[in-house]
Each structure stands twice: as structure tokens, then as C-alpha cells.
């Protein structure tokens, strides 16, 4: 795997007429997690999508090597497919197949997607993240919907993505039990 | 990158034709499509006479307001599920991606209409000759139709009432289309085609830059 880097100078959000954050800056180095916490409205989601590349920043900018990968409410899977065939879909995308068992997704794999319950939409989702191959995880509440057990798995799951010389930026408001995490609160840069 | 494309047009075809959640497939549109027909007699009458002169534009129409059905499944539902988001980080232009869905759309939309016209021109008793024509300004002018419609598709997604805003929205752009079409089948009307064919390009050219603007727009 190439380094790859994020990186991300300056940076403010604006939505509507209200600046919601500035003077936001940080690097991540492969192998690095980063936490951006703070209260609902704050601006972790407007962030998140601004790292991905698809809003725009009000202010500043955002540089990155290796690939974008991003994990939001949204599973962007075809609601009336049957699981196997939506993750199917984005494998014919991505090349690499959604590492399913780890997941926990194999007896579900005939249901369609809008008959599974929002963790296990989530897991699917997360599934589907793992897959793409991206070296940078972007992940907008990785851990709502999902109990404990499933919450543990899927740090695991980007425990293992860093160990391979992965990238994690995790919006949350939980507490998260991941080696060396570094945290941004986004209270500190309001306006 | 052409191998994701396939997969995306593969996918897109097969949702536009068997219809996704609660959003009817390829068969509603073509069912408009014939019922406009099979109504017309009713109301004018069953003078074959009148029917032939008049028909071939109540086909039109027909075909106007079938292109109108499908909007609210074109682009919304993939906006909503978060799908072209997941394209974009993929690097997929939305350009590129509209165009494959026009084409999809097309293969869902205008190609059982033109193969569902000769029952419409045999319930408003046409000639032959009218069918010929009709089916010619059908494979010219849908292209323009499935561009319409997916353009205004993206432009109305995510607002609500999108659907009803769409209708009234893409009917005024479509009205060239429907002039040239009709217009073709009057006597020395074969000029028509031809600038049906030429509408229908421009609406074919413009429609995934307009789109792809109108999605990214949307993500602000």
C-alpha cells in the first residue's frame, strides 16, 4: 500500500448564513485515528463531507492522497435488493468484495435491504466501506444503531484498517476505545 | 472506470425496467402510453376519418405525458440513498453517470413506446404510411424525451413535491419535440424529422451537463 495522507489546512464550514467552524487544521500520517467530537449540530456531519470532497470548504482546503472512502446515515444500498446483490454491486464497482463474515452479514445476505433493521443496515454499510479498498475512512457516526457487540467488531474493523496503513476520521460523539486516538473537540473552534 | 460503468448501466436498467420500492417499472409508462389511445375514440367518436387526421398527434401527446411517469425515480431515489456521493468519491464524473442513465432510461422509456405504437395507431385506425412515420419521430425524438426527463429528474430531486414541479417543468421543454413530432406527420411536414432530430440532440447534449450541475448543486 502507498502512504497515503490527509490533511487539512484552515478550514471553515458555513451552512446557510451561519459559520459553524473555523480555523480547523490537521494532518493524519498512515496508520493515525482522529476523533471529531462534539454536541449534535456542531458540525461533524458538514465536516465529514467536506473532508470527502463534496461540499465545499467556506474557508481553507483539504489535500489527500489514497482513496476517499466515506460511511454516512446513508448505506447506498438498493433498498429493494437483496443484500447479497447490493453489496454484489459496489464489489463490481470497487474490485475487492465487502469482507462480509466479519460483519456477521452471511445469513443475511438473501434478505432485501429494507427489511434489516438499522444495525444491520449499518454493518452492511460498514461492510461496503471495508471493501472499497480506500486507504482514508471517512465515518460520520460509525457506532449508531449498533449494540455493543457489533460496536467492538467494527472498531476492530478500523483498528485492522490502521494497522495496514489506513487512515480513520471518525465523527462521534461516543466515546471510542481506539489505540493512540488522536481528538479534535469542534467547541474549541466555533466562531 | 469502464468496468464500474457497465456495472452502473446494468444496474440502472434493471431498476428502470422492474421498478424499485413502491415506484412502478418500465410496464406503467407503455400502459399510459396505449390507455391515451384506447380513450380518444371514446371521446371524439368512431370516426375513422377523424381519428386518422387527428390521432397521430394524440400519439404525441400520449408519448409526452408517458415520458412525465417515471420522473420521481430517475435520479431522486439514488440522491436520496446516498449513491451518487458514493460515485463521486469513487471519482465518477456525474456527467458520465447521467448519460448512462439516459441511455438506460431510453432503452426503458423510448423503446417499448415505439414498439407499443402500432397498437396505438391500430386503436386510432392510422395508415401504414402515418405508423412509419410515427415510429421514425419516435426513435428521433425519445432521445430528446429520456434527456429531458432525466435532467429535470436531478433538478427536482430532493424538493418536495419534486414529482408535480417536474411534470410542469419539463412539459414546456419538451414542446418543441412535440411540435416537430406531430409536425412531421402533416402533408409536406417530412422537414419535421429533421428538426426534431436536431431538438432532440440539443436536449441530448445539454442534459448531462445541466444534470451533473444540478446534483452537485444539490449536495451545497
Redesign the interface.
Given at each position: 500500500m502507498q502512504p497515503c495522507r490527509l490533511a487539512a489546512f484552515d478550514l471553515a464550514c458555513r451552512r446557510g448564513d451561519r459559520v459553524l467552524l473555523r480555523g480547523l487544521s490537521f494532518e493524519l500520517a498512515p496508520g493515525e485515528a482522529l476523533q471529531l467530537g462534539g454536541p449534535n449540530g456542531i458540525g461533524k456531519s458538514s465536516l465529514i463531507r467536506m473532508l470527502a470532497g463534496l461540499l465545499r470548504p467556506f474557508h481553507g482546503h483539504v489535500e489527500h492522497s489514497g482513496g476517499l472512502a466515506l460511511s454516512d446515515e446513508r448505506a447506498a444500498l438498493d433498498a429493494h435488493r437483496p443484500l447479497g446483490e447490493a453489496l454484489d454491486f459496489w464489489r463490481r464497482i470497487d474490485g475487492a468484495g465487502p469482507p462480509t463474515a466479519d460483519f456477521g452479514l452471511e445469513d443475511l445476505l438473501d434478505v432485501p435491504v429494507r427489511f434489516l433493521s438499522t444495525g444491520q443496515r449499518k454493518r452492511a454499510a460498514l461492510a461496503r466501506l471495508a471493501g472499497s479498498g480506500a486507504q482514508v475512512w471517512l465515518l460520520d457516526e460509525p457506532l449508531n444503531g449498533l449494540d455493543t457487540h457489533w460496536g467492538a467488531s467494527a472498531q476492530a474493523a478500523i483498528e485492522a484498517h490502521r494497522a495496514a496503513g489506513g487512515i480513520a476520521v471518525i465523527a462521534s460523539h461516543q466515546p471510542l476505545d481506539l489505540k493512540r486516538l488522536r481528538t479534535i473537540h469542534l467547541l474549541d473552534y466555533q466562531p | 472506470m469502464s468496468?464500474?460503468i457497465w456495472?452502473?448501466f446494468c444496474?440502472d436498467l434493471g431498476?428502470l425496467v422492474r421498478g424499485?420500492?413502491g415506484r412502478g417499472g418500465a410496464l406503467l409508462p407503455l400502459l399510459f402510453f396505449v390507455v391515451v389511445a384506447m380513450l380518444y375514440p371514446f371521446a371524439v367518436g368512431p370516426d375513422a376519418k377523424l381519428l386518422a387526421r387527428t390521432g397521430a398527434g394524440v400519439i404525441w401527446v400520449a408519448a409526452l405525458l408517458a415520458a412525465i411517469l417515471p420522473l420521481d425515480r430517475l435520479v431522486e431515489?439514488d440522491v436520496?440513498?446516498?449513491?451518487f456521493?458514493?460515485w463521486?468519491?469513487?471519482g465518477l464524473s456525474e456527467e458520465v453517470l447521467l448519460l448512462v442513465r439516459i441511455l438506460a432510461h431510453w432503452l426503458s422509456f423510448g423503446l417499448p413506446l415505439m414498439l407499443a405504437a402500432p397498437i396505438s395507431a391500430g386503436l386510432l385506425s392510422l395508415t401504414g404510411e402515418q405508423l412509419r412515420v410515427i415510429e421514425i419521430g419516435l426513435l428521433l425524438g425519445t432521445p430528446g424525451l429520456a434527456a429531458i426527463g432525466v435532467t429535470i429528474a436531478a433538478i427536482t430531486a430532493g424538493l418536495r413535491a419534486g414529482t408535480a414541479l417536474g411534470g410542469l417543468l419539463a412539459i414546456p421543454l419538451a414542446v418543441p419535440l412535440l411540435i416537430f413530432g406531430a409536425g412531421s406527420l402533416q402533408p409536406q411536414g417530412a422537414g419535421g424529422l429533421y428538426l426534431l432530430a436536431a431538438a432532440s440532440m440539443a436536449a441530448l447534449a445539454i442534459a448531462p451537463f445541466a444534470g451533473a450541475a444540478a446534483i452537485r448543486a444539490g449536495?451545497?
Open positions: - | 468496468g464500474a456495472a452502473i444496474r431498476l424499485s420500492l431515489p436520496e440513498a446516498g449513491m456521493d458514493q463521486a468519491l469513487r449536495r451545497e
